[in-house]
């Protein structure tokens, strides 16, 4: 079958046919992906039966992958393994453990590794186990969010710069989450209110969980103006909800979006979900996060 690429949302996301993730890609369709991914922000792909080597693979196509985080299911890995389902026993996780704490931070609306000094690219996910209802992940454009802004709030938050933090983000849920040496691997870094894509030069918002607050506006302040621009780019209109079905992949722009996953019921249903993570190639701003705070 021929590549197709078919409208999900009015406003971004698309359906890609006509092609197997699992095999070797010609250059001229790898292309054509790509550039859909440039524009669309989230590209579904059904029926795509990998494994991890097979989904490491497509993912290297974009480029270099960040490895997981210590502490996570699949640490030092490209693999993040975003499961209920204990991968040695195979029994599903008692909802007090740390992995199921970790899941539950998952459905604050973010963007992948915004955290990090050079923050990722994007993320591909694959459905390998899913649950028959619930679990569904939720994207919103920041680029329509950021389009429809007033022209007084985009000169307003022009050139502003938050900081974001993971244990910030995970104190949200459980502030005795994460560990010293889990704090010190990612060390809270400085992003931009609004980024642009390199390649078609569409601006977007940039804000989420991992977002604490604004630097050189009392912390107060800045979180309510983070809390307001993440409220007007979660509005339904800007949203698209992502219903799993076995052996699907999604892969999303963090540039572009943020996204949360959905409740389920994880003590009845499994859900194995494999992610690759793809690395960021620049940050946002040159300085570290000391040289805001001095300012």
């Known amino acids: 079958m021929p590549l197709k690429i078919k409208e999900l949302h009015p406003i971004f996301g698309a359906e890609v046919t006509g092609v197997d993730l699992a ?142 933090s993971f244990d910030y983000s995970r104190s949200l849920v459980d502030p005795t989450l994460l560990d010293d040496a889990q704090r ?30 604004i630097v050189g506006m009392p912390v107060d302040e800045g979180r309510a103006l983070i809390r307001e621009l993440l409220d007007h780019a979660t509005q339904d209109k800007f949203v698209y909800r992502h219903r799993w079905r076995q052996n699907g992949i999604v892969m999303w722009d963090n540039r572009a979006v943020v996204h949360r996953g959905r409740p389920w019921d994880f003590r009845a249903g499994r859900r194995v979900m494999h992610r690759t993570t793809l690395a960021g190639a620049l940050p946002t701003v040159e300085q570290p996060v000391e040289a805001y705070q001095s300012a």
Not at 34 to 58: G, K, N, Y
Not at 73 to 88: C, F, H, M, S
Not at 189 to 202: A, E, H, K, Y
């Open 184 to 213: 010190g691997e990612v060390p809270p870094v400085p992003q931009r209110l609004v980024v642009q894509n390199p390649m078609n030069g569409r601006k977007a918002l940039y804000v989420g969980s991992h977002a604490s607050h």
């Open 23 to 164: 095999s070797e890609m010609d250059g001229s369709v790898f292309s054509e992906i790509r550039d859909a991914f440039e524009t669309h922000s989230v590209l579904v792909f059904r029926d795509q039966e990998v494994t991890d080597d097979q989904q490491i693979a497509f993912s290297e196509r974009f480029g270099p992958l960040e490895r997981m985080l210590m502490g996570s299911q699949g640490a030092g890995t490209p693999i993040a393994y975003l499961t209920n389902v204990d991968r040695e026993t195979g029994e599903l996780i008692e909802p007090d453990d740390k992995r199921m704490i970790r899941n539950a931070c998952n459905m604050l609306w973010h963007s992948d590794s915004s955290f990090k000094r050079v923050p990722a690219l994007g993320s591909i996910l694959s459905g390998r186990e899913v649950p028959d209802d619930g679990g569904e992940t939720e994207y919103a454009s920041m680029r329509a969010a950021y389009d429809t802004l007033s022209e007084a709030m985009k000169r307003k938050i022009d050139g502003l710069v938050a900081e974001h």
